[in-house]
């Protein structure tokens, strides 16, 4: 089994600040990306995409994935990023985010102009696609998003422009501001999760505004984990860390699925269909589920 997509931690830099850029540059996050869209000005978005593709050619990114969010397709700059910063940036840019994806013709658009880029100027690898899902349109047509390219590496929940476009009420941090009796966001967070599993991607968690409080961004983090998410935004690069742990497998995780694999593959070569370890049950499904940390536990340490 190969290594799964490494995506425990995404992070945003404005492609207007030469400073974060710089930053996250040499950070530990698996992907960066250098925002064109919420991050910048109106008036500076024209401007930024010169800024994201000096950055992109200029910085040594080691091992980190480079990408850029774009602006989204229903807005005047979106096309211009994508042709400006793919030409510009060329086997130096890995990824395009596209924002507010609301079905599948969104990500197609999108495609459909990156073949054209890539065959025009004889560029030698593929532009890889990130989708955030991030309106009422988009939750409900996950499933469409996730398979309606394969450039598609992963899907994002974005619980921010969400809360605008289901006119929640939600402080800061995108939580009700009333009680509410359970996971506010659970609805939304599966579905996105189980379009990316549908899609054989990646799934990413919304981001934390709150940088100054790592108890709660590792609270939501953790919620996210458990639930199969492979990794999460992080707004600010003390969240890398975070992130970069709780989204790989612990020691004592991998020495389980070790004993457990090793104990099935010894069962089964006798002839049977399951056996036990440390007096619990482990079957064909334990023995999956095996494999999936040992596979997660491979990526994290080849990076």
Request: glycine share 6%; proline share 4%; aromatic share 6%.
């Amino acid at each position: 089994m190969g290594s799964p997509l490494l995506r425990r931690s995404e992070l945003a830099t404005p492609a207007t600040s030469d400073r974060m850029i710089s930053k996250g540059a040499g950070s530990a996050a698996d992907l960066v990306f250098l925002d064109l869209e919420d991050a910048v000005a109106p008036a500076l978005r024209d401007e930024a995409r010169g800024k994201a593709i000096k950055a992109l050619n200029d910085h040594d990114w080691g091992a980190t994935v480079r990408a850029v969010r774009i602006n989204g397709i229903d807005t005047k700059w979106a096309y211009a990023d994508i042709i400006e910063v793919v030409e510009g940036a060329r086997d130096n840019l890995d990824t395009i985010i596209v924002p507010k994806a609301s079905d599948a013709r969104d990500i197609w658009w999108v495609d459909v102009l990156l073949t054209q880029i890539e065959e025009r100027i004889g560029l030698r690898k593929q532009i890889r696609l990130e989708a955030l899902v991030e309106t009422a349109e988009g939750v409900a047509h996950a499933e469409r998003i996730a398979t309606a390219s394969p450039r598609l590496d992963a899907v994002i929940f974005g619980a921010g422009d969400l809360s605008v476009s289901q006119e929640a009420r939600v402080d800061t941090n995108f939580q009700p501001r009333e009680p509410y009796p359970g996971d506010f966001w659970y609805y939304a967070r599966m579905q996105v999760l189980t379009a990316a599993r549908v899609a054989g991607i990646a799934a990413i968690d919304a981001p934390y505004p709150d940088f100054e409080d790592p108890e709660g961004y590792e609270r939501d983090a953790r919620a996210a984990a458990s639930l199969g998410f492979n990794g999460k935004w992080a707004i600010h690069p003390s969240q890398i860390e975070i992130a970069n742990r709780v989204f790989q497998p612990t020691t004592a995780e991998v020495e389980r699925a070790r004993r457990q694999l090793d104990a099935y593959r010894t069962a089964e070569a006798a002839g049977h269909g399951a056996t036990s370890v440390d007096g619990q049950l482990v079957d064909a499904a334990h023995a999956k589920l095996a494999e999936r940390v040992l596979a997660h536990h491979a990526a994290a340490s080849g990076k």
